[in-house]
């Protein structure tokens, strides 16, 4: 059954390509093309006429959240795509069809077991916004405030349960087929990208992502986070205080209200340095559908952040890579670079050291070409990870968040002020990050931190002592064990006492038949009873 629907849902995305006029992808692809001939059935009903940024973007609407994701994704690299699709795709952030209100209040009604009307002084019919995951209604409480209530899309679990297993198989077939697949490790990568949807798809995470993202920027110039209203808050329903602000990707309207566009550049790169490396909790689902900015004061614009169901983290070992990566890049540190990738285990430690610099010259030098404002981050991560491959090296799926969320952030910015000089911004982060990882404070914050386990185990330890000290003294009261020369003695004349057994049994069987010459017998006898006393007298 289940191969069944998998090839069900492998001709369905067949047939969405095609009827809309995307049989390029169909007849590029080796796993749709041995079903190349169904294409002229697939498109019965007509193929879609229009621009190909709008086959593509309607096609990925119809193919399901997943899809959606990734033209969301890809949205923001304006660098990357022609003009014409990145505008098509950006309209994936938030106007994504919407579902029939009677199935948002029939969620919210079964969630929070009221009647809508009981719950809210009022709620609009007619959502704000549509996504792949939710949709959003606005509401408002008893006592007057003003709220957002995200409801999620009827199905939405059954649906990218299906899609997920899409992955997976083909995952597996590159596994199987494709020899540099080990290294990169696409099921793992797939059972991330699982893990990332399925907390997605949990509202009450999202609830607790978003009180946590607020309190690591409480009274932060930089970012605002809605409040969250706990009470209302179901697996299936989150409610938000509803927020003002310029949607980020209206540049007009942030320019006719006299921001800071320079600035606010410069803020988003330090909210995300500031995330990833001080709080270890970083937005990683940054599009421009989910970032408004408060024009309050033009001249310091703050940046207020919506959606909270991905989030990353880092562990400490990874932090230190990527902080020690980057500052040793930007100061031509290849050595410092090569030992960072053996030291991280990301390079298998039988690697030399000066064949990885060598590599990581000739892939990262060429980027210093061009000046510092226009070197990527995401395009340095890249490389350093092209480096780690040629060296046999595993991708890393938690990282795979990251780096999304950096390529994110980096077309973000330069849309915004072509002129920003990511460098510049991050380097003072990281440097200061770095020293105090290193400082003797910063070790004894440590201490302090990690003083409860640490104070159970000093407790422990007089115990611990005094029972190694009394097993010393047990062990010094027995006889020595004999050394290797004598058990070897020993051993001997274990063999020479069971030899000389053997041929005490033989010649007594012997004798006892009365088979000539009786001769044999007695020597064997008496050989057998020598080598018997000798392994005695040994032993």
Not at 87 to 93: F, H, P, T
Not at 192 to 197: P, R, S
């Amino acid at each position: 059954m289940a191969r069944l629907r998998l090839a069900l849902r492998l001709i369905t995305i067949q047939r969405t390509l095609v009827r809309h006029g995307l049989d390029e992808i169909v007849t590029s692809t080796h796993l749709f093309r041995p079903l190349r001939w169904l294409n002229r059935l697939l498109a019965f009903g007509g193929r879609r006429r229009g621009p190909l940024g709008q086959r593509i973007r309607l096609a990925l609407e119809e193919l399901g959240p997943l899809f959606v994701k990734f033209g969301q994704a890809v949205s923001v690299r304006r660098d990357l795509l022609p003009e014409d699709i990145a505008n098509e795709l950006v309209l994936l952030q938030d106007r994504v069809p919407p579902f029939p209100s009677e199935l948002a209040i029939a969620t919210i009604e079964k969630s929070l077991g009221r009647k809508v009307d009981d719950c809210f002084a009022s709620f609009t019919r007619e959502p704000l916004a549509a996504a792949s995951i939710a949709q959003v209604h606005a509401a408002k409480l008893a006592d007057g405030r003003e709220v957002v209530v995200k409801v999620l899309r009827p199905r939405i679990r059954e649906q990218i349960e299906a899609d997920i297993e899409v992955l997976y198989a083909i995952a597996r077939l590159a596994e199987r087929y494709w020899p540099g697949a080990h290294r990169l490790r696409p099921v793992a990568v797939v059972a991330e990208f699982e893990k990332t949807l399925t907390h997605e798809i949990d509202l009450m995470r999202e609830a607790a992502n978003a009180s946590q993202l607020k309190r690591n920027f409480d009274g932060s110039d930089l970012l605002y986070v809605p409040e969250v209203h706990w009470d209302y808050c179901r697996r299936d329903v989150l409610v938000l205080e509803r927020i003002g602000g310029i949607p980020i990707s209206d540049r007009a309207a942030l320019e006719a209200a006299g921001t800071d566009i320079a600035r606010l550049a410069r803020n988003g790169v330090e909210i995300f340095f500031t995330q990833v490396f001080r709080h270890n909790f970083f937005h990683a689902d940054m599009h421009p559908g989910n970032i408004f900015v408060d024009v309050a004061d033009p001249k310091q614009p703050k940046y207020v952040a919506i959606d909270f169901g991905i989030m990353g983290t880092l562990t400490p070992e990874d932090q230190r890579y990527l902080a020690g990566n980057f500052l040793a890049f930007f100061q031509r540190d290849y050595a410092r670079v090569a030992r960072l990738h053996l030291d991280s285990g990301w390079v298998p430690a039988h690697m030399r050291v000066d064949e990885v610099e060598s590599a990581v010259r000739a892939v990262c030098e060429p980027i210093f070409d061009r000046p510092l404002k226009e070197i990527s981050f995401g395009l340095v991560l890249l490389r350093l990870f092209e480096v780690a491959r040629q060296f046999e090296m595993e991708v890393q799926p938690q990282l795979v968040l990251l780096q999304k969320t950096l390529l994110a952030i980096e077309g973000l910015g330069r849309q915004l002020y072509p002129e920003l000089d990511l460098w510049t911004t991050a380097k003072p982060i990281l440097e200061a990050w770095m020293r105090e990882r290193s400082s003797p404070l910063a070790h004894i914050k440590r201490l302090i931190a990690d003083w409860p386990e640490i104070s159970d185990d000093l407790i422990a330890l007089p115990g611990l002592v005094h029972g190694l000290i009394r097993e010393r003294e047990r062990l010094q009261r027995r006889p020595p064990p004999p050394n290797g020369q004598e058990l070897l003695r020993q051993a001997r004349a274990r063999r020479q006492g069971f030899a000389g057994a053997a041929f005490l049994l033989a010649s007594v069987l012997w004798l006892g038949t009365g088979v000539d010459p009786t001769a044999v017998g007695w020597v064997g006898a008496v050989i057998g009873a020598l080598l018997l006393l000798i392994g005695v007298w040994r032993g």
